[in-house]
């Protein structure tokens, strides 16, 4: 069974930084690409970056590039979101999500953990 759990989220102040990291059982993460998610109050889920599975690339939304980096630790079957620089519009609850290519099929996000509440202080 997979499981995914953030940890990590909390309260801090406009231009400060966070880390939060989701680790996951039941499946090898460095297999995967692992996108990141989020959804604030009012508002539709939005990607916000991923990591691929086969060189480690990143992506991230026009928003927060620059500002966030995503990394895998794989001793840890942990993929860590960095946020830098956090702003009042970045307050979300925070999601990692796995990438899983099905034969005929184009690849979704299949696994998706529970969330991790952000949230940036004026």
């Known amino acids: 069974q997979v499981q995914l759990v953030e940890s990590g989220g909390g309260l801090v102040q406009a231009g400060d930084s966070l880390t939060v990291s989701c680790e996951a059982s039941g499946l090898i993460f460095s297999d995967y690409a692992v996108g990141w998610f989020r959804q604030a109050p009012g508002k539709e889920r939005e990607f916000v970056g991923k990591?691929?599975?086969?060189?480690?690339?990143?992506y991230y939304t026009g928003s927060v590039k620059g500002r966030f980096t995503i990394s895998r630790d794989n001793a840890k079957n942990t993929v860590n979101l960095q946020m830098n620089n956090l702003k009042p519009e970045d307050t979300a609850v925070y999601y990692c999500a796995v990438e899983v290519a099905r034969p005929g099929m184009g690849p979704s996000y299949e696994y998706w953990g529970q969330g991790t509440q952000v949230t940036v202080s004026s």
């Open positions: 990591i691929n599975w086969s060189n480690d690339a990143t």
